[in-house]
């Protein structure tokens, strides 16, 4: 399985973003795609998290009214909406797959993207 994220960039809070993560290789029918960030000196954090059959989502209460997490089946695409973005928000954002487990611990993940920069200036 390979992930590929996309979408990140420089934006100044209050504003914006939509990352994508691309999902190629075999998967089970049933999994969880998640979204991590780690900012500089901190560890890496739970952000979102769908799963990939019923849909249902859960986030960090950081984001929660402010992020969205959603996904694409055919395109095996899942995309994270954030909005109201704060400069606290800036970090190294992963998507990240998990074949069994709860949705928020990072070791549950098996697989992850390489990762893509959000740069949210004051």
């Known amino acids: 399985v390979q992930l590929v994220e996309s979408g990140g960039g420089l934006v100044q809070a209050g504003g914006s973003l939509r990352l994508s993560c691309a999902a190629s290789?075999?998967?089970?029918?049933?999994?969880?795609m998640g979204w991590f960030r780690q900012a500089p000196g901190k560890e890496r954090e739970f952000v979102a998290a769908?799963?990939?059959?019923?849909?249902?989502?859960s986030y960090t209460d950081s984001v929660k009214g402010r992020f969205t997490i959603s996904r694409d089946n055919t395109k095996k695409t899942v995309y994270l909406q954030m909005s109201s973005l704060k400069p606290e928000d800036t970090a190294v954002y992963y998507c990240?797959?998990?074949?069994?487990?709860?949705?928020?611990?990072?070791?549950?993940?098996?697989?992850w993207g390489q990762g893509t920069l959000v740069t949210v200036s004051s």
């Open positions: 290789g075999r998967t089970s029918s049933s999994y969880t």
């Open positions: 769908i799963d990939w059959s019923s849909g249902s989502t």
């Open positions: 990240a797959l998990n074949l069994a487990g709860g949705p928020r611990i990072t070791s549950h993940y098996r697989y």
